[in-house]
């Protein structure tokens, strides 16, 4: 990087740049009947699903070296891609299987309706695959070896405090694709992504969008990682393409389509 374009860099409002777009975060929206409302542009998409899917969460947990206060884990913003991108029916093996468990039990308790009662036992669909993530998330500080150069420089040495600003920020993160009849993994994808930040006075300026909930949006580090997973959910597609649909359960009812 030359002189001249660090002096112009930190003599200016700041900038921001990112490998995936303008933002350190770019996973937003929802997912549902209505298809993916204000998904990622980025997100690479499939024409139909190729199997049921759950998310697992990674038994040896989620490094995070920086020190950074991360939400303690990332299964919901995967999920949230999952469901968006179209390529997997995506069914819950956390909070919203506890919820139909407790439900049969005040079934059977006599609590609840007998008659009626939506919520039976074999109506729950298989998960066919499962997704696991992995998270090794690393921070590094730019702003000594940039101020160094500019010390060099006599007209530029006023600048040397707005360098100890600058940050390279990077987050590396993996996903597993296993299949659940054979046990054989089917896929998997590395995804990474790297912001610098220019600051002034301590401030780290340019914009970076907002993230799938969970706490993602709430520090830069939070938006970084969410736009690795972004990354290799996007490399795990293009593997997930080449795959033959699974015999999927019927879709579920909306307005559209009326009762199954």
């Known amino acids: 990087m030359s002189a001249a374009v660090v002096a112009l860099g930190l003599a200016g409002c700041g900038k921001q740049g990112t490998a995936l777009g303008e933002g350190g975060s770019v996973v937003g929206g929802s997912a549902g009947p209505a298809g993916a409302q204000a998904a990622a542009r980025e997100l690479v998409r499939c024409e139909a699903p ?16 920086s020190g950074a206060m991360l939400p303690p884990t990332p299964v919901p913003l995967v999920r949230l891609m999952a469901q968006q991108s179209g390529c997997f029916r995506v069914v819950d093996r956390a909070a919203g299987l506890r919820g139909t468990i407790q439900e049969q039990e005040l079934k059977e308790a006599g609590i ?7 919520v039976a036992k074999g109506k729950g669909y ?3 695959f499962t997704l696991t993530p992995s998270l090794n ?19 530029l040495s006023t600048l040397v405090g707005l360098a100890q600003n600058v ?18 993994q089917l896929a998997a994808a590395t995804g990474s992504v790297q912001v610098t930040d220019l600051g002034m006075g301590g401030l780290v300026l340019g914009r970076l969008g907002g993230a799938a909930g969970a706490g993602w949006s709430n520090s830069n580090e939070g938006k970084v990682v969410a736009a690795a997973f972004l990354d290799a959910h996007n490399r795990l597609v293009t ?16 307005r559209a389509s009326g009762p199954g």
């Open 137 to 155: 998330f690393s921070e590094q500080n730019a702003g000594r070896e940039i101020g160094g150069l500019l010390g060099q420089i006599p007209f």
């Open 126 to 128: 298989e998960a066919q």
């Open 112 to 118: 609840t309706r007998r008659e009626g009662h939506t």
């Open 167 to 184: 940050k390279l920020k990077e987050a590396q993160v993996t996903l597993l694709l296993t299949d659940n009849e054979t046990t054989e």
């Open 50 to 65: 190729v199997a049921t899917l759950a998310l697992a969460e990674n038994p040896n947990g989620y490094s995070v070296v």
């Open 239 to 254: 593997q997930v393409r080449q795959l033959q649909a699974k015999a999927l359960p019927p879709p579920v009812a909306t």
